[in-house]
């Protein structure tokens, strides 16, 4: 075998595997900010879970001088704060603190659910602990006016017709040729980034090192052990500020706390921008730094900000009127790429994603059941977008064969492990959503492949759809990333390099701390957990349902994931 070969395809199945996984109450600390370098903004959600209270944090940390020319918004950090209602105002009052970093592609909107579940589940055992959800700092160049009007049409004519909301119009999708700056955005800055807000937001030590929990989803596990590694006053012989002295235990929700990718193998095709392995690091560099490389992760289908804005569009529609009988498709205007992503998505075979027919739009579907066909486990031919939130119902059903067949030879990692379901009969009855907790009931007609294998059952659906509406459609920091910075993933692909590897300085600090991992049984390690680290297992999860999961499952038991996560808060250091 040819072995450089080789190793491009094995470098581009970890890299693309963690790739698809697709906008005051209180005061800050004393000392820890210039006045006007802070504000906290009371976030507003129709969550069932009334008992917490969130808000959202920016705090101003300037880039280096270096970093070139940049829109103002990208100066500042930002992040969700969720804590018990009756629990203290100030963050250094709190039991404990939960600082988590998104996967590749997500932000911080894409917490809720968790997050929620988890204050809330510490709160019943008199735990007042926090939550904060991190966005990245690129982050910065999304624009939730549309999604905020909370209207779909509005949202619509706001992104892709030119139409004024609140006075304000839509600059369009950032173009590569004005993210110069983002060329050098990689893991080095994304941990001072994590390092400066814990500063800024607690400035004592000695209280980060006691109360605060490091962790992340995804990407967000490997980011974790190099903030836990890492050195921040560049003396390594000198370890208050290393990383691991910032944490009291780290947690991993669907991944390990690591300095590697190979946890996070097998779930994307080869068709984003990454560039070749073949290429070194200062080629990489110069190549990211002169533009001839793109600057954030896209592909044509679906992972672009133009497509991955109408995830958040979809949630809309089922927020606003779930059961009634959706217009999106036909509303949206026509062009290549949301065309060439509603026929990847939707479907039933080659034939019919050649010839464009049938296509979605031919169909009558709720807006509850179009937000499930684009992030369903039974629907979505993409792992890393795949939640257990219901099933279609309504109508006659088949199966789902493209981009692969279903049946003992479908292929996993890439497009997980369930099979794929699509409505079967276009100008026909209107297709509803059947959520989590329907699913198994008496008037379930059990939908089954033409193999006769069900599609699903209830012990493996585990999150609410209206809650993922609500996580996506909102928060005013999004659920998706339009910009994420092709130097995170290349700088973790390139990690023997001697630019990467220096940052690794206290390689001792991922075991400094204890540590808690959490898997989705059907998730990205599905088939070869790490029984070393002694995780949790909440079987029936798929990816993305670690962090979107109802607080009440269908087994009648809490949420496992949320549960465990204030055990461990609550457990003693």
């Known amino acids: 075998m040819d072995t450089s070969r080789s190793r491009r395809r094995t470098w581009r199945s970890a890299a693309l595997a963690v790739l698809l996984t697709a906008g005051t109450l209180t005061a800050a600390a004393p000392h820890s900010q210039a006045a006007g370098a802070r504000t906290e903004t009371p976030v507003t959600s129709t969550s069932p879970v009334t008992e917490v209270s969130e808000s959202a944090v920016r705090v101003k940390v300037p880039l280096p001088a270096s970093f070139g020319a940049r829109p103002e918004a990208c100066d500042w950090l930002s992040y969700l704060r969720y804590r018990a209602a009756d629990g203290p105002a100030a963050s250094a009052d709190a039991d404990r603190i939960l600082i988590a970093q998104p996967g590749i592609l997500e932000g911080a909107g894409a917490f809720d659910s968790v997050a929620r579940n988890t204050v809330a589940r510490a709160a019943e055992q008199g735990q007042h602990i926090e939550f904060w959800a991190l966005d990245r700092r690129s982050n910065c160049l999304e624009d939730r006016t549309g999604i905020a009007s909370g209207d779909q049409h509005t949202a619509v004519d706001y992104y892709y017709r030119d139409k004024e909301v609140g006075g304000r119009t839509f600059d369009g999708f950032v173009g590569n040729d004005k993210l110069g700056w983002m060329a050098k955005l990689g893991i080095e800055q994304t941990v001072r980034d994590q390092y400066d807000l814990l ?177 369903d486990d039974q629907s979505v031919p993409l792992a890393f977008l ?62 089954r492949s033409a193999d006769g294998t069900p599609f699903t059952a209830a012990g493996k659906e585990v999150t609410d759809l209206r809650e993922l509406a609500r996580s996506l459609a909102e928060q005013p920091l999004d659920f998706t990333e339009q910009y994420f910075p092709t130097k995170l993933v290349t700088d973790l692909q390139l990690a023997t390099s001697p630019q990467v590897k220096r940052l690794v300085v206290h390689p001792a600090g991922l075991t ?39 607080p009440e499952q269908n087994n009648g038991r809490p949420e496992i994931v949320s549960t465990h996560l204030a055990r461990f808060a609550a457990s003693p250091r």
């Open 199 to 375: 500063a800024a937001e607690l400035p004592d030590q000695s209280l980060r090192k006691q109360k605060v929990l490091c962790g992340g989803h995804s990407l967000g596990g490997v980011i974790t052990g190099y903030f836990a590694a890492a050195d921040f006053d560049g003396n390594r012989a000198t370890t208050t500020d290393a990383g691991y002295n910032q944490c009291a235990g780290y947690f991993a929700l669907d991944t390990t706390v690591s300095t590697t990718l190979a946890d996070l193998s097998g779930s994307i095709p080869d068709d984003t921008n990454l560039p070749d392995i073949g290429l070194g690091y200062g080629a990489v560099q110069a190549g990211l730094d002169s533009g001839i490389l793109s600057r954030t992760l896209s592909a044509p289908v679906l992972l672009n900000p133009e497509t991955m804005m109408l995830l958040a569009i979809a949630g809309l529609g089922a927020l606003q009127d779930a059961d009634g009988e959706a217009d999106l498709p036909r509303y949206l205007p026509s062009n290549t790429n949301i065309e060439a992503t509603n026929r990847f998505l939707f479907s039933e075979d080659t034939a019919t994603f050649l010839t464009g027919s049938p296509a979605v739009k031919d169909y009558r579907l709720s807006n509850a059941a179009v937000l499930g066909a684009l992030m």
């Open 386 to 447: 795949q939640t257990s939130v219901g099933f279609f119902d309504g109508g006659p059903i088949a199966d789902k064969n493209f981009p692969a067949a279903n049946g003992s030879s479908q292929p996993t990692g890439l497009y997980g492990t369930e099979y794929k379901a699509i409505p079967d009969q276009p100008h026909g009855p209107l297709y509803t959503w059947r959520d989590y907790d329907r699913v198994g009931d008496s008037d379930d007609p059990v939908y």
């Open 512 to 550: 400094a701390n204890p540590a808690l991992t959490v898997l989705a049984g059907d998730g990205l390690l599905a088939g070869r957990i790490p029984s070393d680290l002694h995780p949790v297992v909440a079987d029936g999860y798929q990816h993305l349902d670690v962090l979107t999961a109802a």
